[in-house]
Each structure stands twice: as C-alpha cells, then as structure tokens.
C-alpha cells in the first residue's frame, strides 16, 4: 500500500510545494490581504471556471489525446443558455438542455478521433472554430443581456455565504474524481493511455472509452459556460476565445499530468487550477499589471514542469548528485570495471 | 571456383554470449559474382554470421580478410567503407519521400550546399536505377506506392548504388509474392552478372536451390555442410538443417494425418474452426479444439500462425470461414475476454499496459467490481492469489509494471489471461525473451491450467519447440499459411517438427 502512497504523492509533489510557495511569498508581500478567508474565496472562485474545464481536460488527456474545444464550447453553451432565459424556458429544463448541447459537441470531437480517426488536435480544433462560428452567428456577434435573475445563480448566487460556483467545483471535482480513481471507466483510461494496443486486446473498448472522455469534457465545458453567464451577468459569444482551452490544459499538466497519456490525477489538476489562479489574485494584489501575469505564469509553468520528478533536468540532478555520493573510490573502482568489460569485449 | 576471386574470407570464427556458443570455428570463402545462401533453423546462427560480417558485432576469436587483407570490421560503417552492403528485413525506407530522394538521401545529406535541387536528382535517380535495368520505377513517385518488392528492390539498389562488393540479403523473400520474388531473383542475377558477391539468406529451399551457386548449412552454430547447388535437393537440405535422416517424408507429406482426433475419451468440441481463410496470410484452415486439451501452433516466421491466433480471438478480420464456440457462431472482429483471452506474442508493444501498476495490469481484462466501483479489496486479493499461483516476483503489487524483470512482466500478463476465465485462452509465443527458469514455469502453469479447468481448453501458438512439445497435446504446423502436419507431441520428436515446418 506504501508504494501506491508514494506514487500518487510523488507525482503531485512538484504542483503542491509550487502552490505553497507561491502562497508564502504572497503572504509575505502582502500579510493582511492574501491569506484571508475572503480572499482565499475569491481564489478558489476564480478557478472555478478553469478547474471544472481543466477536470474534463484531463480525462482526454489520460488517453493521450487533446481538447482544444473547451473554450469554444464554453461561449456557445453559454449563449444558449442566456437566449433560453430570454425565451422564458425554464431554468432547470435550460440547464439540463445546455449540458446534453456541450456533451454532443464533445461527441462530435470523439468519433471525428477515434472512429474517423482523425488526430484530436485537428478535430478539436475544427470542433473549436465551428462552436464559435455558431456563437457569433447565434448572437450577431452581440453580447446578450437581460438574462432573468434564475439563470444567473449558478455563477453569481451565493448559498450559506459562499459562491455556487465553489460547490459546482466540489461537485465536478468528486465526480470526475471517483470516474477517474474508483471505477473500470478509470482504469480504461489508463490502461488506454499506457498502452492503447495492449487495453485494446485485453478487451477495452477504447474507442467507446475515449469517445466518452470528450462528450464529459464538453458536458464540463458547458457547465464552466453556465457559470461564466452568472459570473459576467451577460452571455459574451467570445467568453471562451482567450486563453481558456490552454488553462484547462495547463492546470492538468502543472498537476503531474502527461501529454502522453496514463497519467494524471484530479487532485494534482485542481492545486494546479489554484495555482493558476493563486498567481493571477497574488500579482493583482501587489499592483502588477495584468501584461505582466501572463508574462509570470509562463515562467512559472516552466519551471513546474522542470521541477516534476520525471523531467530531464531533475533526473539529471539525481544522476550527478548520486555520482558524487558513491565517492572517489568507488567511481575508480567503477571506471576499471568498465575498462574491463570494454576489453573482453575487444578480445 | 579456382577461377574467381575471393572477396571475403572467413577463418575460424567464434562467437560466445556469455555461456551460449552461438557460432563455432566457422570458416567459409565468398568468391566474386556468386550467390552464396546460408540456411538453417531459427538459432542456427544465420543472423549472428550476419552480423559478423556486417561489423554489428564483433567475434569472439578468428579471423576475417577482405581481398586477402586482415581487416577488422568493428562497424557497419566499417563494413559499409569496405562495400559490405546489408540489406535488412524490414525495409528503411521513408515513405513520403520519393524514390530518387529515397536513392540519394545519403548524397544530399553529404552535399555541401544548403539548398538542394529536386528537379537534378531525378535524372541522376533514373540513372541509377535503369543501370540496373529496372526502368520501369518512376524516380519521381513516392515510395507509398510502391509495392513492398519495389521497396525491397529499391532498398537493394541503394545499398549496392555506392561501391558495393558484398551484398547480405537477410530474408528478403520473406513477405513477397512469387511473382515479386521472381523481380527480386532479376536484381540478383543482374548483380552476379556486374561480379558482385550476394549472400541470401532465406527459409524456402525451393528459393535457395534455385537462386544459389553454393549452399551453406548451418545448425547449432556449426557449419555442417557447404558445396555448389547442384550437390543438394530439398530432402538431402532438410536433413542437414535438422542433422538426422528423414526415413521419408511420411510425416510432413501426409498433412491430413489425424486432423480431427476422434471424440477420443468422449471429450466435446469447445472450437470448431472451418475453412478459416486471409488472402495472402492463411488458406482453408480448419481443426477442432477438445475441453481440455492443449493445442500446439507452429511454423517459420510468415508461417501465419500469430495472424490466425489473432484472427480466431477477434483482433483482426478474416476473408472466409466460421469459427463456432460450443457450436454458435463468433462473430469476427470483435474482442469478448468473456469467451476467449489472448495473449499477444509482442510483449512490449501488445502487452505490457505502461504507466500502469502490477494489479491494473492484471485486473483490466476482467475487474472486480460493484456497480461499476472497483472492488479494491478483491482486486489485492485476486492479485495476491496470482502472484503465489504463478510465484511472481516483485516488491509490491502497486509497483509499476515495468520495474520487473520480462519474465515477471510475462507472468503477471499470464495472470491477466487467466483472470479473464474464460474457456478458451491463446497464447502466442508466451515462453519468448523470458530466462529458462520462467519458461519451464510457464509450461508448468499452462499443464497445470487444462488439468485443474477439464473443461477449459488452450490454444498455445510457440517457436520454441522443446517448450511447445512438453506443453501441447496436439500441435498443428503451419507453412505459408496452410496446414502441412498435425500430431500427437507424445510422438514427435523436435527434429520431426523441424522437417515439416521448413
């Protein structure tokens, strides 16, 4: 049981220490402000968005394939949802509609992968500009307001003082957590992103398995666009056209997530969606200007990634440091033997 | 041939790996302008001579001189300086690319200047290629569309476009067509006729007496027998392949000897597999499988017996044929662990599930659960009970896979068979590239498995005969793709399935 501890912390080991010391240096900048409850509130609100997406990411990129439509999907549920309030529907109804529309464009990315077989970052990406080509023209390329107060709670109600959108977090979080680390579904994904020919002759059905990662991805997408509606009060066709599909990406990936599949958890995904949005609160705080954010948080993925236990450069420190341990002696004694072994080869 | 010049001598070469003597004093002269073919079985030595020659190892003792000079090959790029040319199996060649870039990519490669004129290389391509009067390959198309004996073709005039004396042509036979061989056998005449050396190595007798000016045998590392073509026929080869006398071909030639063994002990058919048949892999194969009964599969490599294992499991599609379990049909295509578990002969690509740990990698046919949930408990305990059965070794079951040794990696993907429960289990080369130790044990455990299961049957697809012989009930051996021999293995002997496999 150890061995598993170890494994599962190691791998998430690089974004937690990241997250404490990013939070201890803004602490020490600003001690009054940043680790008070009302902003730690806000923190985790601001990730909200791109943590729910960053959830469904991560499932595509357990199976070593990419989602560049979440974004996209994100603007067009949204947009829905907002001319559905305007058209009097009710408000679960609408929800429930919303969802199944960024499930079917999740679909449409799944079997234009696995069953046309086209490479997930092509797909996704025709997916991306399809769903924002129909925003804009569901919208006239305006931004819709007055949305009924009903549609707006789930990103800007409060319940027992704290936003909706936390518990939407929580929610999507338990769930994605007991898909990913409880169930068979799980264990497909990794065993496809392990070895995709080996799962498939042990009888995975991996295209059926990786399809459903997109259509939950795109149903995370358009609860995330929901919430982006509430948070903004209006429905913008271009909510999801900045950086939202390569956050969602990068909180996976800060969290010990691999592009190349078989691993990731959702706990790692959420601290790097803290992180992420840590850093945005922290430099706004301190009175940096938001050019410079984007600036900082490259640096910081950067060198998060460099500091995970399977990159080059850490591994690399493993090796001189463990070099230098075996000491003078034993590295001589080393150096003959392998003089040997070259010579009895050469004789 | 007193008459034409030695190009490559040879003289007591020794190759010893660790404790296994894989080549033993060999000593043999290629001459200008002939073909010389080495035979033999898998192991034989064939591909560490190659090797040799080629500079990929180096021997343990002997000599070797090139135009009567002592060299010493300690590179392919040595051996490729000298004109010692490999042509390989697998074919490198970029598909994408055209045949003259193919052709030349060496030469621009070396060329000094940053830009490089596509249109100059095409007639410099022709060139090349009608030298070798085979015009009729458009140095303009790209290689995709060539067929694989173009390929092959291609891959040769590269390798001989450049100084070549010595050409080793390793299995390149192997997955051509007869009409395609007989292209490739032009090439070869046409390189003998401008006194270039060719040493081809290939399991079809019928090919190697054909093509050859002398034959090498080859068997347990030893050259047993070399002389001109005319000295040999096909039976007098095989005999020196195998080192025994084949009374007469009884064995190999009565191929529907005992196909269906007689409902013997009253058992019941668990698979009944009718006319299977794949263009160009395997033709009108049919035999039965009894409850509790191990059959064998065997044949040279391009035999087709791994495409049929996978054929039967569901992993790939067939042409023709039905394969009916308990007498209701399977459908094809399509993977149900519930009714057949496989096991993949490629360990590394097909098996091990990476990333992942032991108990995943053992549990993913067929997991425990409730609802849905993973039943940990069960599934540590499942896994447990697999690791004494089958005496796995390892630090814990959440290691990752492949912190094991191949042989513990190849049991815990036996365990995952075997977890499956289903009735009938394939197992494709399952004792490949594990130590002797393992390989007896997994003979061990498949006996164990048909004598615990009487009623559970498997399929066990092996090149290693010992292994196969004391595993299997029956074995059945496959040549081209069609059924040439079918025994009982309490009567056969290693050499007797030797004899009917080549």
């Given amino acids: ?347 | 041939m007193p008459d034409k010049k030695t190009i490559l001598s040879l003289r007591n070469i020794d190759k010893v790996y660790y404790e296994t003597i894989a080549l033993k004093n060999i000593s043999i002269d290629v001459f200008e302008g002939e073909i010389l073919s080495i035979v033999g079985e898998n192991g034989a030595g064939k591909s560490t001579l190659i090797k040799i020659i080629s500079g990929a190892i180096r021997p343990t003792s002997g000599s070797i001189k090139f135009y009567g000079k002592d060299v010493s090959i300690t590179s392919p790029e040595d051996a490729d300086l000298l004109g010692i040319k490999v042509v390989h199996q697998n074919i490198p060649v970029m598909p994408n690319l055209t045949v003259a870039e193919n052709l030349l990519l060496d030469r621009i490669v070396n060329r000094k200047s940053f830009f490089f004129n596509k249109s100059r290389i095409f007639p410099e391509a022709e060139k090349i290629i009608k030298s070798v009067n085979f015009g009729y390959i458009d140095p303009q198309t790209e290689v995709k569309y060539l067929s694989i004996a173009q390929r092959e073709i291609l891959s040769i005039i590269k390798a001989i476009s450049s100084n070549a004396k010595l050409v080793l042509l390793d299995e390149p036979t192997a997955s051509l067509e007869e009409k395609e061989i007989e292209e490739l056998f032009r090439l070869i005449r046409f390189l003998k006729s401008k006194n270039i050396a060719i040493v081809f190595i290939s399991h079809h007798m019928e090919e190697v007496l054909n093509i050859s000016d002398r034959i090498a045998v080859l068997r347990n590392g030893e050259l047993v027998s070399v002389g001109n073509s005319e000295e040999y026929n096909e039976k007098k080869l095989k005999e020196l392949i195998i080192g025994y006398k084949t009374e007469n071909d009884t064995k190999s030639s009565d191929a529907s000897y005992n196909y269906n063994i007689s409902k013997s002990k009253d058992r019941n058919i668990i698979l009944e597999v009718k006319n299977l048949s794949k263009k160009g892999v395997f033709e009108n194969i049919s035999f039965n499988l009894l409850e509790g009964e191990v059959l064998g599969f065997t044949g040279l490599l391009g035999s087709g017996v791994i495409d049929l294992c996978e054929a039967i499991y569901g992993s790939t599609k067939y042409d023709q044929g039905a394969i009916q379990k308990f007498g209701k049909k399977l459908k094809m295509n399509s993977i149900n662990t519930k009714e057949i578990a496989y096991l993949p002969e490629d360990r590394i690509n097909k098996g091990v599930i990476y990333k992942n740990s032991i108990l995943n990698n053992i549990i993913i046919s067929n997991i425990p659960s409730r609802f849905s949930i993973v039943d940990k408990s069960e599934s540590t305990k499942l896994v447990v009970s697999y690791f004494n059965k089958l005496s796995i070794k390892a630090n814990s079951i959440f290691q990752q896979i492949s912190e094991l040794s191949g042989g513990n990696q190849q049991k815990c993907l036996i365990a995952r068979v075997l977890n499956t429960n289903a009735d009938i289990i394939i197992l494709a080369e399952p004792t490949f590239g594990v130590d002797i130790k393992t390989k007896d044990e997994i003979v061990d455990i498949i006996r164990s498995f048909v004598r615990e299961n009487p009623n559970k049957s498997v399929i066990l697809a092996s090149s290693e005969l010992s292994e196969l012989i004391r595993a299997s009930d029956r074995i059945i051996v496959l040549k081209n793709g069609q059924i040439v021999g079918s025994f009982k293995s309490s009567s056969i002997t290693r050499e007797e399935l030797i004899a009917s496999m080549v």
Wanted: aromatic share 8%; charged share 10%; glycine share 12%.
């Fill in chain 1, 1 to 347: 049981m150890n061995n598993k501890k170890r494994k599962i912390w190691s791998s998430t080991l690089s974004i937690i220490v990241a997250l404490v010391v990013l939070f201890v240096i803004f602490y020490v900048l600003s001690p009054s402000v940043f680790l008070s409850l009302n902003n730690i509130t806000v923190i985790v609100l601001l990730s909200a968005i791109t943590g729910i997406m960053a959830m469904g990411e991560l499932l595509v990129i357990v199976v070593a394939e990419i989602d560049l439509s979440v974004g996209a999907i994100m603007s067009l549920t949204g947009v829905v949802f907002a001319m559905f309030s305007l058209a009097g529907m009710n408000v679960f109804f609408a929800f429930i509609l919303v969802i199944l529309l960024g499930g079917l464009f999740g679909l449409l990315s799944g079997v234009l992968t696995c069953y046309i077989k086209i490479p997930s970052f092509i797909a996704t990406l025709a997916v991306m500009v399809m769903a924002n080509g129909i925003a804009l023209l569901a919208t006239n390329g305006e931004t819709l307001m007055g949305i009924s107060n009903s549609f707006l709670q789930f990103g800007g109600g409060r319940l027992l003082n704290i936003p909706i959108p936390i518990y939407i977090l929580l929610v999507i979080f338990i769930i994605t957590t007991i898909l990913l680390h409880f169930t068979k579904f799980g264990l497909y994904l990794y065993s496809i992103g392990g070895n995709i020919e080996a799962a498939r002759l042990s009888g995975v059905n991996v295209n059926f398995n990786k399809t459903l990662t997109f259509v939950l991805s795109g149903m995370f997408s358009a609860v995330a666009g929901i919430i982006g509606v509430g948070r903004l009060g209006v429905a913008s066709p271009i909510i999801g056209s900045g950086n939202q599909n390569l956050d969602a990406i990068a909180a996976g990936v800060l969290g010990g997530a691999s592009l190349f599949g078989g691993v990731g958890s959702t706990i790692g995904t959420l601290a790097g969606s803290f992180l992420m949005s840590g850093l945005d609160n922290g430099l706004t705080i301190l009175g940096i200007s938001s050019y410079w954010e984007s600036v900082i948080l490259g640096i910081v993925i950067i060198i998060a990634l460099m500091a995970q236990e399977n990159s080059i450069l850490v591994s690399g420190i493993k090796t001189y440091l463990s070099s230098r341990k075996l000491g003078r002696e034993k590295t001589i004694n080393k150096s003959d033997e392998v003089n040997k072994v070259n010579k009895s080869t050469k004789d």
